[in-house]
């Protein structure tokens, strides 16, 4: 490519040459980036690969066992009521996750960026609950969703049945109901109540995004689309909406990262709850793991979680760099 | 021009200063470790997971009464805060796996002591024993649970007692009621507790152990103290009608306890008896504590104890004892301190602190609460038996299966399905 390019006005033409000398100026980038490199070949791709390693042997006491057993431990894992839980989990918790995430953030996005007095205090406050650790947020979410305090002393003073009132995440019932594997399918309601306190830490995050994607519009477009005559409720679905698929994207993958890796709120706020209601492929790993010592189906288990958020993140990651090539 | 060639070089200069430091401190480390192996007498590191309020305290009171006794030794206490030991467990399997031991720590006598005993990395202490006369300064059934084939691999500093059944004295005075001492009684109070819309059991299982405890206690109640033995060493049956008459038990119990106990923890569940909320609560003894030091509760006046029904003469020992690793690199100065940890003068230093008592049968009962003295009575003549919920009775393993089981069980009560998963469990974690 270089030896195509002219040489720029003003410079003395460069010697173009099969092969460079090593230089200063050539090695020193990759100086630079050797430690780094390094570091990270060993201690991420290293250690992915030694745990993968680790979820085919029968390491599943406290000294290590290195015998080879194949998948057994993956195919034991899908057996398992706490796995088959867990993977119900997962999928609500991340559907409902990031789909209200993306509604409450559009909407407060579009709220704030109507020009509105104290804008900046509103974009702050909405934001605000990020800038919190999970650990707090399950906290605090904890009390508030708690049978015995929070909303439900809200409810009783409205005058609410105290016999009746919601148990929250302590509840165990599963809608519908339906007989899968050795677990009940459905949405869990306890469930439910985590997915508030997560929404509530994280739609902020959402609106963020969607208010620099807003801003990134240019007027013109909305100018056009008021001359043409369109409402302003058109003009926002079939104008401003489409420009904003980039950034859901990117809020998307973003938010299922979070919602797939989740374990501080589910430690913090509920454990895994009765019946695994309310738990997640991490705490099963964290336990399995680190309390049980079944170090090769916590590997398993880890691995697993490593492919499910691959789905996600692979497909967004090819897209992106066909862009960047073109 | 020039600058930016100042800045490159100043950069690869740094990058190089940072390399061979890197490279420096690791050889310097090396040299260090086998400098202060050389003179091994001159430090030891304590390793532990007491950094909670009382038991900080009596670890500290401990660290003085071995400083007086060993001026010349160094002491590095190396304690782990977080998660009730989950933390410092995994802090100490991975060093124990990369053999970088500390010099002795903590861990519970039975399966969790025998687990690294198993595992071929302690080292009998039975030498250590025999010249501080300790054989008969320790109940037989304790040594038992810290040895195997003869060998003594671990010596116990603190005992805590699973099988107490903690009550609200006002509310059983108030309601003429006497703590029950069989099931039959408590079924009998707990229903008039519950016409009088009291909770009878307060239950807080936000972390499953708690009612894997309550269980183990309706279990020893039920079965007595031989078959509860029997059970987790894979000599009997998890078929054992006794069994499944103790699952029935509880789960008829788990009818008597407030409906939020899957958001509680055991601490909230105690406040609902110091609070008259509700009447009764089966905790270990380190609930004495909470009752006395953190809600300022007098004992025998705001809150009473029973044994647990059916363990009258029976004591769920939960102990901390101290070990000593195969390539412990201070290995005079860990001996030291187990000298000290098993004495009476370094027993009767720490327990009284941590609210717990002493391992030993010698201890001046006059330092502790009136809870520890009938407690130290007790723990004289009754049978003595290891808890399944603190890793004593079976290895971590199979008890994770069992607060899988459980978490399932306190739900849907499926008798059969807790026993298959029992079962399924010992099969996958061998009991010995």
Known sequence: MSQNTPPAAGLPPVPTKRKRPWTWERAFPFLTVLPSFVAIVVFVYGFIAWTGWISLTKWNTLTPNMAFVGLKNYARLFTEFRFQADLRNLLFFTLLFILLCLVIGLLLAVMVDRKIRAEGFFRNIFIFPMALSFIVTGVVWQWLLSPRSGFNLILKALGWNPNHLPGWYTSTNIIPSIHWGQIQFGIPVALVAVVIAAVWQMSGFAMALYLAGLRAIPDEIHEAARVDGASEWKSFWKVTFPQLRPITATTIIILAHISMKIFDLIYAMTGPGAEFVTDMPSVNMFNTTFQGQHYAEGAAIAIFMLLALAVFIVPYMVTSLRKEGD | ?????????????????????????????????????????????????????????????????????????????????????????????????????????????????????????????????QQEGWNDKFPKQLIDMVSKDGQIYGVPVDIHRGNVLWYNKKIFDQYHL??????????????????????????????????????????????GADKYDQLWQGKLSFDDPGVKQSLETFKKMLQYVNSDHASLVWQDASQLVANGKAAMNVMGDWAKGYFTTDLHLKPNVDFGWVTTPGTDSDFMVISDTFGLPKGAPHQDGAIAFLKVLGSQAGQDAFNPLKG?????????????????????????????????????????????AVNQAMQVFVSNGDINSFITQLKSAADQNPLS
Request: net charge negative; hydrophobic share 40%; charged share 20%.
């Open chain 2, 356 to 400: 717990s008592i002493p391992a030993r049968l010698d201890a001046d009962t006059s330092k502790y609460d009136v809870y520890s003295q009938s407690a130290i009575a007790d723990f004289k003549k009754d049978s003595l038996t290891p808890s399944l919920a603190h890793g004593s009775a079976a290895n971590p393993g199979f008890l994770d």
């Open chain 2, 1 to 129: 021009m020039k600058l930016s060639k100042a800045l490159k070089w100043g950069s690869a200069v740094a990058v190089a200063v940072a390399l061979t430091t890197a490279c420096g401190t690791s050889s310097s480390n090396g040299g260090n470790t086998s400098n202060s192996s050389g003179s091994s007498a001159k430090k030891v590191e304590i390793f532990s997971w007491w950094t909670g309020a009382g038991e900080a305290d009596g670890l500290q009171a401990l660290i003085k009464l071995f400083q007086n006794q060993n001026p010349d030794i160094q002491v590095q206490n190396s304690a782990v805060a977080g998660g009730a030991g989950t933390n410092a467990k995994q802090v100490l399997a991975t060093r124990m796996n990369a053999n970088n031991p500390p010099d002795t720590f903590q861990v519970h006598a039975g399966a969790e002591l025998m687990s690294w005993v198993d595992a071929g990395k302690m080292q009998p202490l039975n030498d250590l024993y």
């Open chain 2, 178 to 223: 006497t703590p029950p001492k069989t099931f039959d009684d408590f079924f009998k109070d707990a229903d008039v507790l519950k016409a009088h819309g009291v909770t009878p059991l307060a239950l807080g299982d936000k972390d499953t152990w708690e009612a894997t405890m309550l269980w183990e206690d309706v279990l020893l109640g039920t079965i």
